[in-house]
């Protein structure tokens, strides 16, 4: 049951808060260990090296019991939004002809209704599953393959770990430029810091989402 606040909805649960906040932490860590092992950097050789290919294990570990978290407390949300993240219709095409204009000059008035999570931050959710998925096959491979498995298929997983990394962490930078930066972007931070979202807010800027909210509110 969603909890009440005066003038606002509650968008994201404490499970959801948590899970995003401890992803958060893992993939920085991920990213600050990563890097200098993708620049084969000589901080990445020797002792030192052997240190921050254990905090990159460490991420992995904060990351893997974060989305364990989730299936584990909090799976019925987990499966509505999965299902609200791989939905796309014709709103979804209309949200990319309006999002220069949305984001760049402000103009809310032709981006059609979006649900809880508006185009931009599904195509988002859809790159960090799919690409936390395979990333995820392709580290496993390299942490425990070593030796045991062909080189060819070895080098092949190495590849694709990059590529992927290269692509979830550019992708990173936009989510957070966005939540942090953009001005029509607060509200959606303050939610999943606090889990609440102004009414008027979720009315103007999720549509589908308001609607879904106060039709529980009349049940």
Do not use: C
């Not at 995820?136 to 045991?148: A, D, H, Q």
């Not at 092949?156 to 550019?170: D, N, R």
């Not at 939540?179 to 931070?189: Q, S």
Request: proline content about 4%.
């Amino acid at each position: 049951m969603a909890k009440k606040m005066k003038g606002a909805m509650y968008v994201f649960s404490t499970t959801q808060r948590l899970v995003h906040w401890l992803i958060v932490v893992g993939f920085t860590i991920l990213v600050l260990t990563g890097l200098p092992i993708y620049l084969d950097s000589p901080i990445a050789q020797g002792d030192s090296g052997m240190l921050i290919k254990l905090w990159h294990r460490i991420g992995v570990v904060v990351t893997a019991v974060a989305a364990l978290f989730y299936v584990l407390f909090d799976p019925k949300r987990l499966v509505v939004d999965l299902k609200k993240i791989f939905t796309w219709g014709g709103d979804d095409l209309g949200w990319f002809k309006a999002a220069p204009g949305y984001y760049f000059l402000g103009d809310e008035g032709a981006m059609p209704e979006q649900d809880k999570y508006n185009t931009g931050q599904k195509l988002w959710y859809v790159t960090v599953v799919i690409g936390g998925v395979f990333i995820g096959v392709t580290g496993l491979i390299m942490w425990f393959g070593r030796g045991s498995i062909p080189p060819g298929l070895f080098l092949w997983a190495v590849f694709l770990h990059s590529v992927l990394a290269v692509m979830l962490t550019s992708f990173t930078l936009v989510h957070i430029y966005l939540a942090v930066m953009h001005p029509l972007m607060k509200e959606g931070l303050d939610s999943i810091r606090f889990g609440y979202m102004p009414e008027e807010y979720v009315k103007r800027h999720h549509a589908k989402l308001y609607e879904e909210l106060k039709g529980k509110e009349g049940n």
